[in-house]
């Protein structure tokens, strides 16, 4: 079992629901393939529905894309119950990582004890996790700290800490996803939130997962203002919505991540 970290810098495309039909799957994956496929410095992951992740993720053999799911089970392996879909099916699916505990997802009902459950289940199947937490919206008594916090510790307190490296964070607020460019944190904003996540983890965690876990940021990441959202906000990369579901922008997004990278 590898305990090993995704390469860094990341940029995670998020396809939700889209788009309607395995050729449109496949067409837009060729057309981000041609692009993710030569960049040296980025690591691309696409989450496609669940559907279409067996059939993108067999059009390629190589290391610089990986796939991955939007979901997984609480429950393990196969069994009796309709309409889930196990990590291990994921994994077997050529999945090598989950999107798990998104927003929309937790609008759906999803407590922490159930995001800590399918991470649990994520990373026992050998795959990577990528964790969302965010708040609906911030304070001046800065409440949505604690809530932040909480989202981590219930996930970091079930896991046992030879998985931390498997689990990267993907910081989105509610309130920045699906807009324009302007609808994003401002990058100061993003250092701010960026630092206390980090300090959670030295101070609640691990001492060196502060400094060592992958963050990402995700909600309304766009061409226009990838770069001042990498440029010294101590995150790693990002979950990328319907930016991603255009090749031409989300390969924009992925020049810039690279290009960032090679810079440093
Ligand atoms: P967005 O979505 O880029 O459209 O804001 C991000 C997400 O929900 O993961």
């Keep these: 079992m590898s305990e090993q970290k995704l390469s860094q810098p990341i940029v995670a495309a998020n396809w939700k629901m889209h788009p309607g039909s395995l050729p449109k799957a496949q067409s837009l994956f060729a057309n981000v393939k041609r692009t993710a496929s030569h960049l040296q410095n980025v690591t691309t992951v696409i989450c496609p529905p ?20 939007q979901d997984v089970s609480t429950f393990a392996r196969t069994g009796s ?39 649990k289940r994520a990373l026992t199947a050998d795959l990577h996790v990528m964790l ?13 700290l604690d809530f932040l916090r909480n ?9 046992a800490d030879r998985f931390y490296d498997r689990i990267i964070i ?7 996803i699906g807009g324009k460019a302007d609808q ?21 965690v691990a001492q060196a997962l502060g400094d060592r876990a992958t963050l990402l940021y995700g909600g309304s990441v766009k061409r226009d203002n990838a770069r001042e959202l990498l440029d010294g906000t101590e995150i790693d990369g990002f979950l990328v919505g319907s ?22």
């Design 132 to 144: 969302c937490i965010g708040e609906a919206s911030r304070d001046d008594e800065g409440e949505y």
């Design 50 to 69: 669940a559907l279409y992740l067996g059939a993108v993720a067999s059009e390629y053999g190589g290391t610089k894309i990986i796939f991955g799911s």
């Design 184 to 204: 994003a944190v401002t990058p100061h904003t993003l250092h701010q939130t960026a630092g206390f996540i980090r300090k959670v983890l030295r101070t609640d």
């Design 81 to 119: 119950r309709t309409g889930e879909m196990s990590a291990e099916m994921v994994k077997n699916a050529g999945g090598k990582t989950a999107i798990i505990g998104h927003s929309e997802r937790r609008d759906m009902g999803e407590t922490n004890d159930v995001v800590a459950q399918k991470v």
């Design 243 to 264: 930016a991603s579901l255009s090749a031409d922008h989300f390969c924009d997004i992925l020049r810039i991540v690279n290009k960032t990278q090679n810079e440093d």
């Design 170 to 176: 993907a910081y989105e607020p509610l309130w920045a």
């Design 151 to 159: 989202q981590l510790l219930a996930v970091y307190r079930k896991v």
